[in-house]
């Protein structure tokens, strides 16, 4: 599972409204965790 797939999983599971399931609001989450592309 890809790390975008895996913030956009987590943003599902806190009840967040489908519209803010975007892949931008993943990579948003992802680059506020400061989670790079070749991290584990």
């Known amino acids: 599972m890809s790390k975008l797939e ?3 999983n987590i943003l599902n599971e806190l009840k967040v409204p489908p519209k803010q399931q975007s892949d931008l609001c993943g990579y948003v989450i992802l ?3 400061d989670i790079k592309k070749n991290d584990e």
């Open 31 to 33: 680059a506020m965790a």
């Open 6 to 8: 895996e913030a956009k």
